[in-house]
């Protein structure tokens, strides 16, 4: 059996993390208080009681709410940097993060404290605890075209900030070729594309997401499985996949751990790799995820070390960078 060291001692990057998906109700209150903003909640034990969810959707509504506290450029730094914190201890060497502007834009917050706060953190993270990494803007998929492209403008003048885009928000009815032209101009600025899709919507938002976005990394990729051409195509191209199993667990992907694919992805000879996406939702950190589902699937030290290196091999990183890191998986 594996232990929870050895999991969070294995050297690894995290592909799939929404940085306002590890905003912990304890940093919720101190910053709703310090903003006088008052919550709905009256402890972090009701906010936690309220992490019970049927869906994606249940959860991104209380997602929203989460990062509606958040409106000084300190507050997405102190987000960023607790965040760095926790994968540092479980980890993580690199780290490619997204972000969700429209979610603060919207609300008023200027995209310069958004972006000025969080890549201050990330620099930060960088010199102090070596973590290197690349930023990832979102759009938010059940917005309109026409706003995404909005932000689009909106981001470019911080775009040596920014080094892709991403595709979140809710997934069914929302597919990738909706935002054709705002991922055009983004490819051909320089930027790579990522998107989730098969979180839960179908194999054919997969294909949408590899032909129309020309995207580098599936995030979820789960139901990729319904569909045999695309797995091999998956394989063929090693395609990575950015698996997030307590996230699948807590938004009722699958009904149990033990019924997680990972391992069947991984006996098909899928490129995937495990992440956390909102972990102060899900109950888990990057190490959690790896010694959650290598506990419950049976995994060997060997599965770990090759997943580990599939994240490596993952990022958008140089391949002398990527070498440098598979070094240190001994
Ligand atoms: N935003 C934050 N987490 C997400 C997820 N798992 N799927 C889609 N959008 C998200
Ligand atoms: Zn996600």
């Not at 992490?51 to 709410?65: C, G, M, T, V, W």
């Not at 995209?111 to 969080?118: A, L, P, Q, S, Y």
């Not at 998929?141 to 885009?165: C, F, M």
Request: hydrophobic share 40%; glycine share 6%.
């Amino acid at each position: 059996m594996v232990t929870k060291e050895f999991c969070y001692n294995l050297p690894k990057a995290e592909l799939h993390l929404h940085i306002e998906g590890t905003f912990e109700p304890e940093l919720i209150f101190t910053i709703a208080q310090k903003n006088n903003v008052t919550l709905k909640y009256k402890s972090v034990e009701e906010i936690r009681k309220a992490y019970n969810f049927s869906n994606l959707q249940d959860f991104l509504d209380i997602y929203y709410q989460g990062m509606s506290v958040l409106i000084h450029e300190q507050d997405f730094f102190d987000l960023t940097w607790a965040y760095l914190q926790k994968a540092h201890e479980q980890g993580v060497k690199h780290a490619e993060i997204f972000f969700d502007p429209q979610g603060h834009t919207a609300r008023g917050v200027s995209f310069e404290k958004v972006i000025t706060g969080i890549s201050g953190a990330l620099e930060k993270g960088q010199k102090e605890l070596g973590i290197s990494y690349k930023l990832i803007m979102c759009f938010l998929r059940h917005l309109s075209e026409q706003d995404a492209l909005k932000t689009w403008e909106e981001a470019k003048p911080y775009l040596k900030n920014i080094h892709g885009v991403g595709l979140d928000s809710s997934e069914v009815g929302n597919p990738p070729s909706k935002f054709s032209n705002v991922y055009t101009k983004a490819r051909e600025a320089g930027l790579f594309c990522v998107a989730h899709a098969g979180e839960e919507g179908p194999a054919s938002y997969i294909y949408e997401a590899l032909d129309i976005l020309k995207v580098v990394r599936i995030d979820h990729g789960n139901h990729s499985l319904d569909d045999q051409q695309l797995v091999d195509r998956l394989v063929k191209e090693k395609m990575p996949l950015t698996v997030c199993p307590l996230s699948n667990l807590k938004l009722k992907v699958v009904e149990d751990l033990s019924k997680h694919p990972l391992k069947k992805m991984m006996d098909a000879g899928l490129l995937v790799t495990l992440n956390s996406d909102d972990p102060a939702y899900f109950g888990g950190y990057i190490g959690d995820n790896y010694f959650e589902i290598a506990k419950t699937l049976n995994l060997s030290e060997d599965d770990l070390k090759l997943l580990a290196k599939n994240s490596i091999n993952a990022t958008q990183l140089d391949q002398s960078s990527k070498n440098q890191l598979l070094e240190k998986i001994a």
